[in-house]
């Protein structure tokens, strides 16, 4: 299997120059590339789960998700990294690693405040058709009434959800495809509030 070299810097202590595995699979005893997907998803697990360890110092400061092939860096410090470099030099890897991968992109550059995210995951499937009352709650209470069948896998109830709350007025709603997460993001930076989202049988 071919190996890809990641080099990670963000500016700020956390280094590592390192190379991932298995960009190439077997299937039917035939050799076929992975999928982006399958190579943003496997440097993760290598990150959380195999060499979990290794890469503390990494996830201690970084959330690391994908969205399809695309690795997102998530800082869990309100400041800004405008030295950041998370790199795949095309010279040094193969044929096969290409497209978004290859590019550098920096940090952004300070800003006066956060915006708020706060996620809503969906964990059960409907059991039989009917109604639920879900109410977003951040100090304004707005009460959506979601009609659900018999089987609505937990991803058909969030893509739902997200359709009867995509008018709030001070948050956007967010779902990623294939998934029952819901992200709900602040319009605008300003001050933490408490969001509290309720599901009840109506």
Known sequence: MSNFKFYINDGDGVVFDFLFGETQKFVDNKLEFRTGKEIAEGLIEKLYVTQKGSFKKLTDKWDVTNDGSELIFTSK????FSSAQFTV???ENRAEVKGEMLKKKLGGPAVAGEKEVNTLTVTG?????GNLEVTFDDGNKVTKTIAVAK??????IATKIMAAFNGLADWGVTKT???AVLVFTAKVAGVDKEVKVTITNK
């Open 89 to 91: 030099n095309e010279k």
């Open 125 to 129: 499937s409907a059991v039989s058709t």
């Open 77 to 80: 410090e309100f400041k800004a």
């Open 151 to 156: 089987g609505d896998t937990p991803d058909a």
């Open 177 to 179: 495809e294939g998934t």
